[in-house]
């Protein structure tokens, strides 16, 4: 069974930056495709980032620029650097995975809540 175990959020002043880690286990994910989705209320949930085995990157408009997604393979883990944080990136953030890009993601952890103040 997948277990994705968020941490590194809190609350954050505008400007200011949080790196969040997800810890996998249950299986070996150096071959996944390893994400970050978020979700704020009200809102639909949204893939902020992703990175490949290889380490291809891609990154939602919203967050280009200010966010760096990063794996460390040896460790199973993989990081959400955020920096120039605004308000509207206050959400729920939920780390994911899937085997290859044609599957769906698996999202099994409770997330890390991120809350940026004005």
């Not at 949080?18 to 893939?47: D, N, V």
């Not at 995975?97 to 890390?112: K, L, S």
Request: glycine share 10%; net charge positive; with cysteine.
């Amino acid at each position: 069974q997948v277990q994705l175990v968020e941490s590194g959020g809190g609350l954050v002043q505008a400007g200011g930056s949080l790196r969040l880690s997800c810890a996998a286990s249950g299986r070996t994910f150096s071959s996944y495709i390893m994400g970050w989705f978020r979700q704020a209320p009200g809102k639909q949930r949204e893939l902020v980032a992703s990175i490949t085995s290889r380490g291809a990157t891609n990154y939602a408009d919203s967050v280009k620029g200010r966010f760096t997604i990063s794996r460390d393979k040896d460790k199973n883990t993989v990081y959400l650097q955020m920096n120039s944080l605004k308000p509207e990136d206050t959400a729920v953030y939920h780390c994911a995975a899937r085997p290859t890009a044609y599957d769906n993601y698996e999202i099994p952890g409770q997330g890390t809540q991120v809350t940026v103040s004005s």
